[in-house]
C-alpha cells in the first residue's frame, strides 16, 4: 500500500507537469484575448476589464457560463501551482476525471477563441498517457 501511494505523489507531479504548459498557453492566449477586445471596445490602451468576448462560442452560453467555467479553470490552475492532488475525486477515491473535464473545458476555451486547439499545444506536453496510468491504477 505504501508503494502505491508513493506511485500515485509520483505521478500526480507528473500529471501537474503535463497540464502545467497547457494552462500557461491557455493564461496566455485568454489575457490576449481580453487584451485585444478591450483595448478596440473601449478604444484605450488603459481600459479596465469589463468584459470579455469569445468570437467562437457556442451562441448559448452567457456571461454568468462564461464567468463559473473561466472560474472553474482558475480553481484547477491553483490546485496545480499550490501542488494539491488532482487525481482523487471528493471522496479521496483514484479518480481523474476532473482534471480530464478541465482539460475539455481548456480546450474548448481555446476553441472559443478562435484557434485551433490541437496546433496551439502542439509542442506541449499532454495528460492523456499520465492519466491513463492513474487510471490503472485503481
Given amino acids: 500500500e505504501k508503494a ?3 506511485r500515485l505523489y509520483q505521478y500526480n507531479i507528473k500529471l501537474s507537469q503535463r497540464f502545467y504548459g497547457v ?3 491557455f493564461e496566455i492566449m485568454l489575457r490576449n484575448a ?10 484605450d490602451d488603459n481600459w479596465i476589464i ?5 468570437p467562437n462560442k457556442a451562441y448559448s452560453l452567457k456571461q454568468t457560463d462564461i ?11 491553483n490546485r496545480i501551482v499550490h501542488h494539491e492532488s488532482i487525481r482523487f475525486n471528493a471522496t479521496r477515491t483514484i479518480d481523474t476525471e476532473y482534471a480530464k473535464e478541465r482539460y475539455e473545458l481548456i ?7 478562435g484557434f485551433d486547439s490541437a496546433s496551439v499545444l502542439r509542442m506541449v ?14
Avoid at 464567468?67 to 490552475?77: G, P, V
Fill in 125 to 138: 506536453e499532454k495528460p492523456y498517457s499520465t492519466l491513463k496510468v492513474i487510471d490503472s491504477m485503481k
Fill in 50 to 54: 469589463n468584459q470579455t468576448r469569445f
Fill in 107 to 113: 480546450l474548448t476555451y481555446i476553441e472559443y477563441m
Fill in 67 to 77: 464567468y463559473k467555467q473561466l472560474t472553474a479553470i482558475r480553481e484547477f490552475r
Fill in 4 to 6: 502505491k501511494t508513493l
Fill in 23 to 25: 494552462i500557461s498557453m
Fill in 34 to 43: 481580453i487584451n485585444t477586445h478591450d483595448k478596440q471596445y473601449f478604444n
